[in-house]
């Protein structure tokens, strides 16, 4: 699985406005469902399991990243939305480091596989320093577009 399969250009958001967890969260679900990603009557909803989900563990993994995600019953297709924050974000990653990228996806709960999958895509390319460095330089939606094209063909090494 690439991450141009289910990263959807129109959500990635180069330059985050919010600052804190929460608000990333709910910035980037907002990103999908203009986007047309995810259905707007579904936006709290997701927004609300994601939060949950995040209270339950922390998705911010260390070296600047986190991946929040969620499957839920009333999606119909998979998709990812793109944030990098130039001030860092507090997510309580597990290195207790701010987040400057963060990758959320959103999954149909009848899919467990394309979300492992998908998971499996996002984690391999963002333990690559390579590509978390270049992630977080990227300024513009077109830098992150060519650095996701770029890693899915395999051009980048760690």
Do not use: W
């Not at 980037?28 to 259905?39: E, F, M, N, Q």
């Not at 130039?86 to 990653?93: H, L, R, S, T």
């Not at 400057?100 to 333990?127: G, N």
């Amino acid at each position: 699985m690439k991450l141009t399969d289910f990263v959807v250009t129109e959500a990635i958001v180069p330059q985050l406005e919010s600052t804190d967890r929460n608000g990333v969260i709910a910035e980037l679900v907002d990103s999908l469902v203009k986007a047309g990603a995810c259905s707007r009557n579904l936006r709290d909803q997701v927004v609300n399991a994601i939060i949950d989900r995040e209270q339950k563990g922390s998705t911010g993994f260390g070296k600047g990243v986190a991946v929040p995600h969620v499957k839920h019953v009333k999606l119909k297709k998979m998709s990812a939305a793109i944030g990098l924050s130039q001030k860092g974000v507090d997510f309580n990653a597990l290195d207790k480091a701010p987040v400057y990228s963060v990758v959320l996806l959103l999954s149909p709960e009848d899919t467990p596989d394309e979300h492992l999958q998908a998971m499996e895509t996002i984690f391999s390319h963002l333990q690559k320093e390579t590509f978390r460095r270049f992630l977080r330089q990227a300024n513009s939606v077109d830098e992150v577009t060519e650095l996701l094209n770029e890693a899915d063909a395999q051009q980048i090494q760690s």
